[in-house]
């Protein structure tokens, strides 16, 4: 069965904080994504990695950046948190050769 | 640049009403389209597919047919349950690696 974890489901931060948000996959994905979800605006895209140490920029990467060492880990880094970053963030990978994305149970970032 | 439109939510129905959730994309090709149901508390996961003109995807009772001349990719189920209460998300694949998703339609379902 498909497994897509995240380390956390809830998270509290301070604003200037350094935050990193970790996805694991364990079905041998090349591909994985990171989204942001909020009201009203459906799932936008941050970065995506089609390979290790691979990385693209998403719709809205301002303020994010990813580190991919490992191929079944993709993580999201805050560098210094803001407020207009408290959203849910899912994770997704994906195979090469496929279309279906598997999604991660989502964290919900709030910061203060 | 390319999109995806659903019907604004939240939608309430009644257990058994029919169920038509609106969707409409843009595109310059022939992408791929999904839905996608997020139940309370947890992430996405699929619903149904369907890759080329006049394909049905069909799960759980749901339905979406691929209307290229429509450009749209209505959900529809002919009875709901109490158990479908969810977000669902219509998406559609952007070049080989993206998906472009819409808004997301809020569903209750009251017994």
């Known amino acids: 069965d498909v497994k897509v974890t995240q380390s956390s489901r809830y998270l509290v931060k301070r604003t200037g904080e350094k935050v990193f948000l970790e996805c694991v996959q364990d079905?041998?994905?090349?591909?994985m994504f990171w989204y942001r979800q909020d009201p009203g605006l459906g799932l936008r895209l941050i970065y995506f990695?089609?390979?290790?140490?691979?990385?693209e920029k998403g719709d809205i990467p301002e303020g994010y950046s990813v580190s991919r060492e490992k191929k079944e880990r993709f993580s999201l880094i805050l560098e210094s948190a803001s407020t207009n970053q408290t959203s849910m963030y899912l994770c997704?990978?994906?195979?090469?050769?496929?279309?279906?994305?598997?999604f991660g149970p989502g964290t919900r970032l709030l910061v203060l | 640049g390319d999109s995806v439109t659903q019907m604004e939510g939240p939608v309430t129905l009644s257990e058994e009403a029919f169920l038509t959730i609106n969707c409409t994309y843009t595109?310059?090709?022939?992408?791929?389209l999904f839905w996608y149901v997020q139940y309370p508390g947890e992430g996405l996961q699929l619903l149904l597919k369907?890759?080329?003109?006049?394909d049905k995807g069909s799960n759980k009772g749901f339905e979406a047919t691929y209307r290229k001349e429509t450009t749209s990719f209505h959900l529809e189920k002919g009875s709901v349950q109490v158990s479908d209460s969810a977000v669902y998300f219509c998406?559609?694949?952007?070049?080989?690696?993206?998906?472009?998703f819409g808004q997301g339609t809020r569903l209750t379902i009251n017994p």
């Open positions: 998406a559609r694949t952007e070049g080989a690696q993206k998906l472009v």
């Open positions: 595109a310059t090709g022939y992408p791929s």
């Open positions: 997704a990978s994906r195979d090469g050769g496929g279309e279906t994305q598997y």
């Open positions: 079905m041998d994905h090349e591909n």
């Open positions: 369907a890759t080329k003109a006049d």
């Open positions: 990695s089609y390979d290790v140490k691979m990385k």
